[in-house]
């Protein structure tokens, strides 16, 4: 059935991308029809009024249908059928480009996910601002736009996300098979990422010889050492920060966005600054909080955020390395407890060209300039911090000069990747890497922009894959005759306008008692 022995390398691969796309259509129809039957499920209701007692929501209906006809459990009907509703009414585009095979299923939920929390208008806006790269994009290099488009729309809404996220935080307990039991952390993206941090390095220089353990198990503890033994290690003992979201006297110029290493566990002894104001003997604001001493090595966190917002003038997103985008309120309050690194940029296209090291002592300075470049692995895809990579030699030294025009980041795994297999890589200027793969895919990979006039996105830009070879199927993928059918918001919002109001209290699914299975 499935014979390929005669179709060469580039021909595998371009079939297993019209296999995608053929996926991706149809996945696109299916919801558009669960759509379309949930329009209908109000006329199905013996008992019209949605306040009467016992009285069923039309999308616990139209679930009803679909677990039926799918054989799958009532609550994940119940679960696609909400989404169908949602795209088709709120996300046309984003379920018309599925429809088209240019992004995957998987995309299609992030986008949906991400903008709930918006309004219709906005989150027709976040579509509008990352579709046009979504086909280019991984998953997560999609995600990563979407949030910063969704803090983008409507930055005061995504600032009270945030501190009522933040009033959340929390650890927690929870027993494991086989004598084990996972503690689980969730708290501020800053803190949270730079206590992993110092877990990693303890971590990896409590390393002996002859140590068996895997990476994850000296972590795991190292954790429980620093906890339990906290008597031995380090009283931990509170200290208070500066959190009034103050900026200073001055920015960096114009043209120039600002980088800033962060230790949250830094002392507070003597005078700190704090973005160009002084606090003498670290003297707290009104509204300073507390948090314990984490030790005296410094744990750097690094925070990219345009000068425009840390002066007040605009509420663009920040960048957390490592994480992601961060509202403007957040990239502000880690200023006040920041070593600045100043990173000049391009203007017009947000490319590093030169960091400075006036108030930080960074690693090498040409180590610095490239990560910087770089913000990322280089590797087509991937998104791990620059800062926990290798620099690598694009032509191996020494017939490679060590220079910022043979050098990338990559991550160990991609390191090895690259050395150890076919995969070649050239740098042709600007930072800019073209990869070719084993089976002669070309992808051009950009260097990261701090601060891209457009769209205010600095999101790594994603690779874009090119062929060598004609594709032996055909790719082109026109509109389904379905999407010019899909139900519009406006009957949509009709047809469910006189349950809206009792959805709580009728459209409740039961997930104990949901226990069918698939």
Not at 159 to 179: K, Y
Not at 357 to 384: E, K, N, S
Request: net charge negative; proline share 8%; charged share 20%.
């Amino acid at each position: 059935m499935f014979e390929y022995h005669g179709d060469s390398d580039a021909e595998l691969v371009a079939r297993l991308q019209g296999a995608e796309r053929t996926i991706a259509a149809s996945q696109a129809e299916q919801l558009a029809v669960i759509a379309e039957l949930t329009t209908r499920a109000p006329a199905w209701i013996t008992t019209p009024d949605p306040t009467a007692g016992g009285a069923v929501h039309p999308v616990e209906v139209a679930a009803a249908e679909v677990a039926v006809a799918l054989r799958i459990s009532r609550l994940s009907a119940g679960n696609r059928t909400e989404l169908a509703l949602q795209v088709c009414s709120r996300l046309p585009g984003t379920l018309a480009a599925l429809g088209r095979g240019e992004i995957s299923m998987a995309k299609l939920r992030i986008v949906a996910e991400a903008t709930e929390v918006l309004s219709a208008e906005h989150a027709r806006a976040v579509e509008a601002r990352v579709l046009p790269r979504a086909e280019g994009q991984t998953p997560a290099g999609l995600g990563a736009s979407v949030a910063r488009a969704v803090i983008a729309a409507d930055p005061t809404a995504a600032e009270r996300r945030r501190e009522q996220a933040a009033r959340e935080r929390t650890v927690q307990f929870f027993t494991a098979a086989d004598g084990l039991a996972t503690l689980w952390l969730r708290g501020p993206a800053a803190q949270t990422m730079a206590a992993y941090h110092r877990i990693v390095d303890l971590a990896e220089s409590a390393r002996t010889p002859g140590d068996d353990r895997s990476a994850g198990a000296r972590r795991a503890d190292t954790l429980i050492d620093l906890i339990l033994d906290a008597h031995r290690v380090g009283h931990l003992s509170p200290r208070p920060i500066f959190a009034d979201g103050t900026t200073g006297d001055a920015g960096p110029a114009s043209g120039a966005a600002a980088s800033s290493s962060i230790d949250p566990a830094a002392s507070a002894d003597g005078a700190e600054q704090r973005c160009g104001r002084s606090h003498p003997g670290g003297a707290p604001t009104a509204n300073a909080r507390s948090r314990p001493e984490w030790g005296s090595r410094p744990v750097a966190v690094q925070v990219t955020v345009p000068w425009t917002t840390l002066a007040g003038l605009d509420d663009l997103p920040g960048q957390l390395a490592g994480y992601g985008p961060i509202t403007a309120q957040a990239a502000r309050e880690l200023a006040a407890d920041a070593t600045w690194r100043r990173i000049l940029t391009d203007p017009a296209t947000g490319t590093v060209l030169d960091v400075g090291t006036t108030t930080y002592t960074p690693p090498a300075a040409l180590a610095a300039h490239v990560r910087a470049r770089d913000g990322t692995c280089r590797w087509p895809g991937c998104r791990r911090a620059a800062r926990r990579c290798d620099l690598d030699h694009t032509v191996a030294h020494p017939r490679g000069p060590t220079a910022e025009c043979n050098l990338e980041a990559l991550c160990r795994p991609h390191h090895r990747l690259k050395t150890h297999t076919a995969w070649n890589v050239v740098q042709i200027g600007g930072g800019i890497l073209v990869w070719t793969s084993p089976t002669g895919q070309r992808i051009v990979n950009e260097p990261w922009a701090a601060h891209p006039s457009q769209d205010n996105d600095p999101d790594p830009p994603e690779p874009i894959v090119l062929f060598d070879a004609e594709p032996p199927v055909d790719l082109t993928a026109e509109e389904p005759d379905w999407l010019d059918a899909l139900p519009n918001a406006a009957e949509i919002a009709a047809q469910m306008a006189g349950y809206d109001a009792a959805a709580d209290a009728i459209c409740v699914i039961d997930s104990d008692a949901d226990a069918d299975a698939a």
